[in-house]
C-alpha cells in the first residue's frame, strides 16, 4: 500500500507553519511572501463577505477595516464554546468552522507550493491542552481531529509538539530537556539521544500557560487599571459602594474571549459602570474600548510592551496605548514583568522538574535545554531555566521552528 501525501503541520495558538521531509531534512513552506511561519488570525471582512488569514488578517484590523478580528482559536479547543454557532457577517458559523478554514487554506497554500496534493496531516498538538481537566483534554483532541476533516483531509495524527522539537534538534549524545512554551501552552518532554540522532523520549509534561497567558496577566496588572478595574461602582440601590465586576476586565485581557464583548449586553454594562464610577474617567476608556473595539489593539499594544521589555538594549519599555488615548502609556520594566509574572514562571519550573521526576532523572543529568517557542525566549524563563540547571548547555537558536521541522521530518513516516 502506497504511503499517502502527508502535511506536517503546527497548528499554534500564536503562529502557524507548514512542511514536508525532502532528502531527510525538513522543508518548510512559505505560507505568506518570504515567511513560513503563518500569525494564526482571522478577520471576516464585511465587504466582501470573506475570511482573510495571518498576517492579512492583522494589517485588516491595524488599518481600521470593517469586519471581526480573532486570534487564539486554539485556546477554545475542548470548550463549549468552540461548538456554539455565531452570527458573523450574516452567517451562522461555529469555531469548527473557522479552524478548518484557516487550516483548509494552509492545506491550499502548502499544495500549491509544493505541487502535489495532501490527503493525511501530522499535526502537533500540546501534551495537555488543558492541565487539570482531563475530560477537557481529551475532548480537545477530538475537536481538532474534526477541524482536519472539516478542511479536506481525510485522517490526521497527532505528535506532542515537544517531542517533534526533539526530533528536530541536532545529533548530540547525552540527555535534553525540550522546554516549548508557546502561545497557549508550556510543554516538556525529556530525551535522551544518540551521537547519530537516534532519539528516545525518557518523558513528557504539559501545562496550559502559554504567551498569552503572560499577556493576559500584564494588561490585568498594568493596563486594566486605568480603564477601571478595581474603581468603585455607586451602589446603585442604596450607600456605598462595591468594586467593578472583574469579569469584564478580565476578558479584554484574554484574547479568545475579546470578541464576545462587542455585544451589546457588554457595552451596556460598561455604559452603567461608567454612569455609576467614582472614576468616571477610567470606566469611560472601558466604555470607548468596547464600543470602538479596540480590544485587540490594547491586547497587540502589551504584546508589543512584553517584547520590549525583553529586549536588553530597549532603554525604555513601556506598553503605548495610543490607540485608545494619545499619550497614554505604562512603563513595563523587567522588575515589573518579573513581578506580574511569578507565578506563570513559577508553574513552568514546578512543570519541568514534574517531567525529571516521571523519568527518574536528576537536574545534573540533564546535559542539555533546549528552548522552543517564542515565549520560552523571555528573559524570566531563560534565567529560570539557568538556575534549575546550572550545568545544562541553553540552546535556543531554532525556537521558533523547531516543532514544525520535527512534524515536517516526522510526517513523511507517520502513516507507514
Avoid at 507548514?18 to 532528502?23: E, F, L, R, S
Amino acid at each position: 500500500m502506497a504511503t499517502p501525501n502527508t502535511l506536517g503541520i503546527d497548528f499554534g495558538t500564536s503562529n502557524s507553519a507548514a512542511g514536508i521531509a525532502v532528502n531527510g531534512r525538513p522543508w518548510l513552506v512559505e505560507l505568506e511572501p518570504g515567511q513560513t511561519t503563518l500569525p494564526t488570525a482571522v478577520f471576516f471582512e464585511e465587504q466582501p463577505r470573506q475570511m482573510r488569514i495571518g498576517a492579512s488578517a492583522t494589517q485588516a484590523l491595524i488599518a481600521g477595516e470593517e469586519g471581526r478580528f480573532m486570534r487564539a482559536l486554539k485556546s477554545l479547543l475542548g470548550t463549549p464554546l468552540l461548538r456554539e454557532e455565531r452570527r458573523i457577517n450574516g452567517e451562522r458559523i461555529d469555531f469548527i468552522e473557522i479552524i478548518a478554514r484557516f487550516l483548509r487554506e494552509v492545506k491550499i497554500r502548502a499544495e500549491a507550493a509544493t505541487y502535489q496534493e495532501f490527503t493525511h496531516a501530522l499535526s502537533g498538538r500540546p501534551v495537555r491542552f488543558h492541565s487539570k481537566d482531563e475530560a477537557r483534554n481529551a475532548q480537545a483532541e477530538i475537536d481538532l481531529r474534526d477541524c482536519y476533516l472539516a478542511a479536506g483531509f481525510q485522517d490526521v495524527r497527532f505528535m506532542y509538539e515537544p517531542e517533534a522539537a526533539a526530533r528536530a534538534t541536532v545529533p548530540e549524545a547525552g540527555i535534553g530537556l525540550i522546554v516549548d512554551i508557546g502561545g497557549g501552552t508550556s510543554d516538556f518532554s525529556l530525551f535522551r539521544q544518540q551521537g547519530s540522532g537516534e532519539t528516545e523520549i525518557l518523558a513528557s509534561y504539559g501545562l496550559r500557560i502559554g504567551g498569552t497567558d503572560f499577556d493576559r496577566r500584564l494588561s490585568i496588572d498594568h493596563v486594566m487599571p486605568l480603564l477601571g478595574r478595581g474603581s468603585a461602582i455607586r451602589n446603585a440601590f442604596g450607600l456605598g459602594t462595591l468594586p467593578a465586576p472583574a469579569r469584564i476586565f478580565n476578558d479584554l485581557a484574554t484574547w479568545q474571549m475579546i470578541p464576545f464583548l462587542y455585544a451589546a449586553d457588554s457595552r451596556h454594562k460598561a455604559r452603567d459602570l461608567a454612569n455609576n464610577a467614582v472614576e468616571p474617567d477610567k470606566l469611560a476608556r472601558l466604555v470607548t474600548v468596547l464600543e470602538d473595539e479596540l480590544g485587540h489593539d490594547i491586547a497587540f499594544a502589551v504584546e508589543r510592551g512584553k517584547i520590549q521589555s525583553n529586549q536588553p538594549d530597549h532603554l525604555a519599555p513601556r506598553i503605548d496605548l495610543k490607540e485608545l488615548e494619545r499619550g497614554l502609556v505604562v512603563p513595563l520594566t523587567v522588575e515589573m514583568m518579573q513581578s506580574s509574572l511569578q507565578t506563570q514562571v513559577d508553574e513552568i519550573a514546578t512543570g519541568a522538574a514534574e517531567t525529571l521526576k516521571m523519568a527518574d532523572v536528576s537536574a545534573d543529568q540533564v546535559d542539555r535545554i533546549v528552548l522552543v517557542g517564542g515565549s520560552s525566549l523571555m528573559t524570566v524563563i531563560e534565567q529560570r531555566m539557568r538556575q534549575l540547571f546550572p550545568d545544562a548547555r541553553v540552546q535556543k537558536a531554532n525556537a521558533m521552528t523547531a516543532v514544525a521541522d520535527g512534524l515536517a521530518i516526522s510526517a513523511a513516516t507517520a502513516f507507514a
